[in-house]
């Protein structure tokens, strides 16, 4: 005979069970669940058992672990979003029923490796978002039978890249998006991206580099249009073919690097490039042939750097249209420089240049000129709340550099003055 203690635990444990399952609703055979108030082992009957079922989305649904035949009886779900979840370790065969699944997302949980022959039965998965886990590594193989992957997040986990086996993708040379950004990517092998032949995303963002890595830039990553490099620690760009191979890129971001080094030449071969983002570096001087004669090349990002001078010259033969030099040390421009971009082939549009140490003289002539031919500029900053410009009492624009640091030092003053002042206010 049951007592009445042990069917109150009975009780108490059935209603936990019922309070810590997920809610799920169906809309047009895509299910879409909740989570309940306590962490939940997946099991079959939540979800399984619907050959009607397409989509799946378990998203933050305090999910610890998944029992086998969770996912039995699902011969239609092509997506299955487990994202967000605390699972630390999946099985060998958890995932093997749903064989037309194309979209599998297990990113932000607590994942450290995969068994090998994990996704052996997912032969048509397409794309694979492992972002934000644990994993070190991929071990070799545990990808060969994924030809049809296109799509490959693993940022934000602990892959030590010097460690990384440059055979792991052999299987799945068409993956066309791959994301390591947020890992430790410095010292990778040479060849880490050898069996690609269709790439044309590779986001780098925060990988600890101090260099153009050679494995991004070879001869069979043509197919590359945006190549982000963002967030390192590369200090040159003194290789002048380095993007050498690169003939259909289309972005180069590089911003927050402490770069202060270009070789003239090195962005002469991306003939295919759009935009080029320096921000947030140490650029000081603009080489003269820098971004000439770029057939594609619209827009240039050069916020926040040490820039004193800006050669014409350097944008001859490009259509440029947006243009930012804010946050420099310009303290004046080339009498006439939207007029010189535009008969060099310049199609300028936007051109943002605040804050700079103007001289108030240039920065007249300057707006002058935007005024004129209708180009957008950050006049939103020009409502006298701050300063934007100095000068002497002698009002002319001095275009040479020997005046520079004198301009510089005084707009530093004036604007430390004016911060004092608003403070104390």
């Given at each position: 005979?049951?007592?009445?203690?042990?069917?109150?635990a009975a009780?108490?444990?059935?209603l936990?069970?019922?309070?810590?399952?997920?809610?799920?609703?169906?809309?047009?055979?895509?299910?879409?669940?909740?989570?309940?108030?306590?962490?939940?082992k997946?099991?079959?009957?939540?979800?399984?058992?619907?050959?009607?079922?397409t989509?799946?989305?378990?998203?933050?649904?305090?999910?610890?672990?998944?029992?086998?035949?969770?996912?039995?009886?699902?011969?239609?779900?092509?997506?299955?979003?487990?994202?967000?979840?605390?699972?630390?370790?999946?099985?060998?065969?958890?995932?093997?029923?749903?064989?037309?699944?194309?979209?599998?997302?297990?990113?932000?949980?607590?994942?450290?490796?995969?068994?090998?022959g994990?996704?052996?039965?997912?032969?048509?998965?397409e794309?694979?978002d492992?972002?934000?886990?644990?994993?070190?590594?991929?071990?070799?193989?545990?990808?060969?039978?994924?030809?049809?992957?296109?799509?490959?997040?693993?940022?934000?986990?602990a892959?030590?890249?010097?460690?990384?086996?440059?055979y792991?993708?052999?299987?799945?040379?068409?993956?066309?998006?791959?994301?390591?950004?947020?890992?430790?990517?410095?010292?990778?092998?040479?060849?880490?991206?050898?069996?690609?032949?269709?790439?044309?995303t590779?986001?780098?963002?925060?990988?600890?580099?101090?260099?153009v890595?050679?494995?991004?830039?070879?001869?069979?990553?043509?197919?590359?249009?945006?190549l982000?490099?963002?967030?390192?620690?590369?200090?040159?760009?003194?290789?002048?073919?380095?993007?050498?191979?690169?003939?259909s890129?289309?972005?180069?971001?590089?911003?927050?690097?402490?770069?202060?080094?270009?070789?003239?030449?090195?962005?002469?071969?991306?003939?295919?490039?759009?935009?080029?983002?320096?921000?947030?570096?140490?650029?000081?001087?603009?080489?003269?042939s820098?971004?000439?004669?770029?057939?594609?090349?619209?827009?240039?990002?050069l916020?926040?750097?040490?820039i004193?001078?800006?050669?014409?010259?350097?944008?001859?033969g490009?259509?440029?249209?947006?243009?930012?030099?804010?946050?420099?040390?310009?303290?004046?421009?080339?009498?006439?420089?939207?007029?010189?971009?535009?008969?060099?082939?310049?199609k300028?549009?936007?051109?943002?240049?605040?804050?700079?140490?103007?001289q108030?003289?240039?920065?007249?002539?300057?707006?002058?000129?935007l005024?004129?031919?209708?180009?957008?500029y950050?006049?939103?900053?020009?409502?006298?709340?701050?300063?934007?410009?100095?000068?002497?009492?002698?009002?002319?624009?001095?275009?040479?550099?020997s005046?520079?640091?004198?301009?510089?030092?005084?707009?530093?003053?004036?604007k430390?003055?004016?911060?004092?002042?608003?403070?104390?206010?």
């Open positions: 005979m049951i007592s009445f203690k042990n069917a109150l009780l108490l444990t059935v936990v069970t019922v309070d810590a399952k997920p809610k799920c609703k169906t809309f047009a055979d895509n299910v879409v669940c909740s989570a309940g108030k306590s962490d939940y997946l099991v079959k009957g939540l979800v399984s058992d619907n050959n009607r079922t989509g799946i989305t378990l998203r933050a649904c305090r999910i610890s672990g998944i029992d086998f035949e969770s996912f039995n009886d699902l011969s239609s779900l092509t997506y299955l979003d487990l994202s967000q979840n605390k699972i630390q370790q999946l099985k060998l065969g958890v995932i093997d029923e749903p064989k037309e699944l194309t979209h599998l997302n297990l990113s932000y949980n607590q994942l450290v490796d995969f068994p090998l994990f996704f052996d039965q997912l032969t048509k998965l794309v694979l492992l972002e934000g886990n644990k994993l070190n590594n991929l071990e070799l193989g545990i990808l060969d039978t994924l030809t049809k992957l296109n799509h490959v997040d693993l940022s934000s986990n892959i030590v890249g010097k460690d990384f086996s440059p792991v993708f052999d299987q799945s040379p068409h993956i066309k998006f791959l994301d390591f950004s947020r890992n430790n990517m410095e010292d990778s092998p040479d060849n880490l991206l050898h069996a690609f032949e269709s790439l044309e590779l986001n780098l963002d925060r990988c600890f580099l101090t260099e890595p050679v494995f991004a830039t070879k001869p069979n990553l043509r197919t590359m249009k945006q982000i490099l963002s967030t390192n620690q590369i200090s040159a760009l003194d290789n002048a073919a380095i993007f050498v191979n690169l003939d890129l289309e972005l180069l971001d590089l911003t927050a690097n402490v770069i202060e080094n270009i070789n003239d030449n090195v962005f002469s071969s991306l003939i295919t490039l759009l935009k080029v983002d320096l921000k947030n570096n140490k650029i000081k001087t603009i080489p003269d820098l971004f000439r004669n770029m057939p594609k090349l619209i827009t240039i990002d916020y926040g750097n040490q004193e001078e800006v050669p014409v010259n350097a944008f001859r490009s259509p440029l249209k947006n243009l930012n030099l804010s946050n420099n040390k310009i303290t004046y421009l080339p009498d006439n420089f939207c007029l010189e971009l535009r008969n060099s082939g310049g300028i549009k936007k051109f943002l240049m605040d804050p700079n140490p103007w108030c003289a240039c920065l007249n002539d300057l707006l002058k000129e005024k004129k031919f209708g180009i957008e950050n006049s939103g900053k020009y409502d006298g709340s701050r300063p934007v410009c100095v000068t002497t009492n002698e009002f002319n624009c001095k275009r040479q550099k005046f520079n640091e004198m301009y510089i030092d005084m707009f530093n003053e004036v430390t003055a004016h911060f004092r002042n608003a403070r104390a206010a």
